[in-house]
């Protein structure tokens, strides 16, 4: 089962400057794991104390996964996995909150 | 319709389905066709609206000037009102906006400070604010905190909404001042059982990304999380995709952030095939393509080209 996952910048010194990686999992938290196997120390950076870090966010096919199950949202093959950093000093879901209006 | 002035014709906009978006018979998508209110925006609404109220309780009288941070839409529609009603208006906008909307807002008459790209709108509020502070006799409506910004929504998109498609299951659009969620949001909470509000919210590339973190975060006054059932974070590529795809298939010329409340609305029809529901989903138009027509992106080649033409513009 592969799962697309986009890698922020700022963590691609794990993934040797990949963009995009493969992984595998039932569970976000199953595809971390699966991603810390080839990417060592990729984990620590998205989780603490078992749950998703304040200032990670996760879409699963553009969808927040703080909306859906966290870090047990299922996944299922050719799902789409983003990560990206909050803004430091937000709440977390303030990033880009801002639209042009 | 008849009105009795160019004013008086904000809003009961179209709300048209999609008959090739859709993704089945029994899950279809519905555009709420906001480009068709006078200035060719969904702000019309919450701005004569703020300006009402506050003319209502006495904050506006007349020969005020009128502040207000804004990256084009609200500034616009703020300005064809004060116009016609005799106020100044002084809009603040980022710098790195485009063309077409300083040339709007200057048609209008309104006066335009410029403040620093990065940060985007963020830092536009925050220079507002200290102009606010500076000139306490001039007039912000501040739509991010405005509670008239949603109670625009909630008195007649929600409504009009309700009363074209009461089989209503999703409601989906763009997060900006959130004004368009909460209102219309809380409005079909009280009535519709289950229906589900959904914010699509613009993701930009690294550059502008970068350049917005230099910011803090700014969470607007108007916002409420519990109103939404979820968030939807829209990339550029999906959203200039889905516009390209609004136009070519469905024949609405409409502005960027109304693909990516598309590409969210396709998103929850999506889930709703795959769980074998049915759904009626309703998302905003929120203005049409003219403002961006000088990005290139509805007449470039490809989606790649036209992507890179949008690289590093705010789109939302």
Same mark, same amino acid.
């Given at each position: 089962?592969?799962?697309?996952?986009? %890698?922020?910048? %700022?963590?691609?010194?794990?993934?040797?400057?990949?963009?995009?990686?493969?992984?595998?999992?039932?569970?976000?938290?199953?595809?971390?794991?699966?991603?810390e196997s080839r990417h060592a120390g990729v984990r620590e950076r998205l989780v603490e104390d078992g749950k998703l870090r304040r200032f990670v966010n996760v879409y699963l096919n553009d969808e927040d996964v703080r909306f859906l199950d966290g870090i047990s949202t299922e996944l299922a093959d050719g799902d789409s996995v983003t990560i990206l950093p909050a803004v430091a000093g937000g709440s977390g879901t303030a990033m880009g909150i801002t639209g042009r209006r | 319709m008849?009105?009795?002035?160019?004013?008086?014709?904000?809003?009961?906009?179209?709300?048209?389905?999609?008959?090739?978006?859709?993704?089945?018979?029994?899950?279809?998508?519905?555009?709420?066709?906001?480009?068709?209110?006078?200035?060719?925006?969904?702000?019309?609404?919450?701005?004569?609206?703020?300006?009402?109220?506050?003319?209502?309780d006495g904050?506006?009288?007349?020969?005020?000037?009128?502040?207000?941070?804004?990256?084009?839409?609200?500034?616009?529609?703020?300005?064809?009102?004060?116009?016609?009603?005799?106020?100044?208006?002084?809009?603040?906008?980022?710098?790195?906006?485009?063309?077409?909307?300083?040339?709007?807002?200057?048609?209008?008459?309104?006066?335009?400070?410029?403040?620093?790209?990065?940060?985007?709108?963020?830092?536009?509020?925050?220079?507002a604010k200290e102009l606010s502070a500076d000139h306490p006799d001039w007039v912000m409506l501040y739509q991010y905190g405005n509670p008239d910004n949603a109670g625009a929504h909630y008195a007649t998109t929600g409504p009009e909404i309700l009363a074209d498609l009461p089989s209503i299951t999703h409601f989906v659009a763009g997060l900006g001042t959130t004004g368009t969620l909460m209102?219309?949001?809380?409005?079909?909470?009280?009535?519709?059982?289950?229906?589900?509000?959904?914010?699509?919210?613009?993701?930009?590339?690294?550059?502008?990304?970068?350049?917005?973190?230099l910011d803090e975060g700014f969470v607007p006054e108007l916002y409420e999380e519990s109103v939404l059932t979820t968030r939807f974070s829209v990339g550029s590529v999906d959203a200039v995709t889905r516009t390209r795809e609004l136009l070519q298939q469905e024949?609405?010329?409409?502005?960027?952030?109304?693909?990516?409340?598309?590409?969210?609305?396709?998103?929850?029809?999506?889930?709703?095939?795959?769980?074998?529901?049915?759904?009626?989903?309703?998302?905003?138009?929120?203005d049409g393509g003219w403002k961006y027509l000088s990005t290139g992106i509805y007449t470039a080649e490809t989606t790649e080209a036209a992507v890179e033409a949008l690289q590093g513009q705010l789109w939302a």
């Open positions: 089962m592969a799962i697309e996952v986009r %890698i922020p910048t %700022i963590l691609r010194t794990y993934t040797d400057g990949e963009k995009t990686v493969e992984g595998n999992g039932a569970t976000l938290d199953e595809l971390f794991a699966d991603l | 008849r009105y009795d002035s160019p004013l008086a014709a904000v809003g009961n906009t179209p709300l048209v389905r999609l008959p090739h978006l859709s993704p089945s018979e029994d899950v279809r998508i519905w555009a709420k066709l906001e480009d068709r209110n006078p200035t060719g925006s969904v702000k019309d609404r919450p701005a004569l609206h703020m300006i009402e109220q506050a003319e209502k904050r506006l009288t007349p020969g005020c000037t009128i502040l207000e941070p804004t990256s084009g839409n609200t500034g616009i529609s703020l300005a064809m009102a004060a116009r016609l009603k005799g106020y100044r208006i002084v809009c603040v906008m980022p710098e790195n906006t485009s063309s077409e909307r300083r040339e709007l807002l200057t048609m209008w008459g309104a006066e335009i400070i410029s403040s620093p790209a990065a940060g985007g709108s963020n830092t536009a509020v925050r220079v209102g219309v949001g809380r409005y079909l909470r009280e009535r519709v059982p289950d229906v589900r509000i959904v914010a699509a919210e613009p993701r930009y590339d690294d550059l502008v990304y970068g350049l917005r973190n024949g609405i010329f409409a502005g960027v952030s109304t693909g990516a409340a598309l590409h969210a609305a396709i998103g929850v029809g999506r889930k709703a095939v795959k769980a074998g529901e049915s759904a009626d989903i309703v998302f905003v138009v929120a």
